[in-house]
């Protein structure tokens, strides 16, 4: 049986590697992939501003003598992302608030 080796894509190159020899499929596949790479540049930097104000939030609250967390706006924000995305939606949450927290 032939053995399917993956060859390594030049860092920062989008992937031409379609999976299929098929013409059409394969140019399907590079145009839908192109928004795919713009989404996923959408969801870094929404991911890094968010992790920057939460972090302002967080400072901003802590000057004032206030608690570093709140714990029912992080309750209210995990439920926001269950019911939008279901279970996978309350891991989404917990990566955010932590991504926004830094270490504790
Ligand atoms: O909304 C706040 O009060 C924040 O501090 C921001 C944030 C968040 O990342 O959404 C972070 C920590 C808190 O425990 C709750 C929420």
Redesign the pocket.
């Known amino acids: 049986m032939a053995t399917v080796v993956e060859q390594p894509q030049d860092a920062g190159q989008p992937s031409q590697d379609t999976g299929t020899a098929e013409a059409t499929a394969s140019a399907a596949i590079v145009e839908i992939r192109s928004r795919i790479n713009e989404i996923d540049d959408a969801i870094i930097a929404l991911w890094k501003e968010r992790s920057a104000l939460?972090q302002q939030?967080?400072k901003t609250?802590v000057a004032s003598g206030g608690t570093r967390?709140?714990?029912s706006?992080?309750r209210e924000?995990m439920e926001k992302f269950r019911e939008a995305l279901g279970a996978d939606g309350t891991q989404v949450a917990l990566l955010?608030?932590r991504a926004?927290?830094g270490p504790l």
Do not use: C, F, N, P
């Open positions: 939460s939030v967080g609250r967390l709140v714990l706006r992080e924000i955010l608030l926004g927290r």
